[in-house]
C-alpha cells in the first residue's frame, strides 16, 4: 500500500502559552476525529507530528490514522524553526519509503507548518536541510500579527496567515488541514496521482488568508 505521509510541525514556542496551545490540542484531536470518518483518508494517510521550541522533535512517529494518539504539547520557550525543518527532513528520510525498482514507494509527504513567532535559530540552514528531500505540498501557516511570513515565503510558495492566534483561528486551521488531508487522499486513491498546487485543496475559510 503506497501511503500518503503528513508532517504536521508546530511552534510549541512560549507565545503559543495558554489560549493558543489549547487550540492546538484540541485542533489536533479534531483533525483526527474527522479524518477517522473518511474512508480514503482511513486507507492511505500516516500522521506523525513534530514540534519546536529552544530545539525541535517529533513526538508522533508517522502513525496510521486509527492508532494515532494527539500528543499532549506544552508551550516551552524560543522558536527553533531551522531545527524543525532538520528534524523534519531527517524524519522523512527515516520513514518515507522511497520507489524502486521492484515496488512503488509512499506518496510525497504533506508538510504542515504552523508558527506564531519570529525564528530564534540559524533558519536557513535547516531549510537547506530541508531542500535535501521530496515532498508534495508545503504549506507554513502565519498564526497571528507576530509570525513573519517573509520566513515562510522563503521555505514555500504556499503561506497563509491568520490574523489572530486564539481558539477560533486555530480550529479554522486545523479543519482547513484535515480537509486538505481528505481532498490529497481521496486523488492519491482515485487518480493515483498528487495535489500539486493550493488550486488542488478546499478553499480555505474566512478567517485564513493566502499570502
Known sequence: MRRLPVYL???????MHGEPIEAVRNGMQMLVSTLRTDPYALETAFLSVIVFDEKAHQVVPLTEL????????EAGSTTSLGDALKVTKECIEREVKKTTAEEKGDWKPLVFIMTDGQPTDEWRKGL????????GMVIACAAGPQADTNVLKQITEVVVSLDTADSSTIGAFFKWVSSSISTSSKKVDLTKSESNAISELPPPPPQITLV
Request: proline residues 9%.
Open 128 to 135: 537547506d536541510e530541508f531542500r535535501k528531500v521530496k515532498t
Open 9 to 15: 510541525i508546530l511552534d510549541i514556542s512560549g507565545s
Open 66 to 73: 486509527m492508532s494515532f494518539q494527539p500528543p499532549t504539547v
